[in-house]
């Protein structure tokens, strides 16, 4: 499973980003998606969520109002829109996928965000004046 994240970058606090998290067809179709970040000194923090197999979603409340997550078939990737970005929004964002488990398989009412598998490498975002 390979996974690439891309679309990081410097933006004002109130500003807006789009980050996408690239991966094949199959693999968007058959794991759940999950972006999570890690800022300086800190660990890491799961951010969202996304199914397809249910379509389910789920947002840390941190970000819950703010970013939207959601799947674009033509560039097959999972993007995160980030809206009203904060200082301490700032941090490498990740995304990864997990094997399905148990008897939610792939949703993401399953609360163990962080039993991810695979994990792709990072995209800096930095909110600063």
């Known amino acids: 499973v390979q996974l690439q994240a891309s679309g990081g970058g410097l933006v004002q606090p109130g500003g807006s980003l789009r980050l996408s998290c690239f991966a094949s067809?199959?693999?968007?179709?058959?794991?759940?998606i999950g972006w999570f970040r890690q800022a300086p000194g800190k660990e890491r923090e799961w951010v969202s969520c996304f199914s397809s197999s249910d379509g389910s979603t789920a947002y840390a409340d941190s970000v819950k109002g703010r970013f939207t997550i959601s799947r674009d078939n033509a560039k097959s990737t999972v993007d995160l829109q980030m809206n009203s970005l904060r200082p301490e929004d700032t941090a490498v964002y990740y995304c990864?996928?997990?094997?399905?488990?148990?008897?939610?398989?792939?949703?993401?009412?399953?609360?163990?965000?962080?039993?991810?598998?695979?994990w792709g490498k990072g995209t800096q975002v930095t909110v600063s004046s």
């Open positions: 990864a996928a997990d094997d399905p488990k148990g008897h939610l398989g792939s949703s993401c009412q399953r609360k163990d965000y962080y039993a991810m598998d695979y």
């Open positions: 067809r199959w693999t968007l179709d058959y794991y759940r």
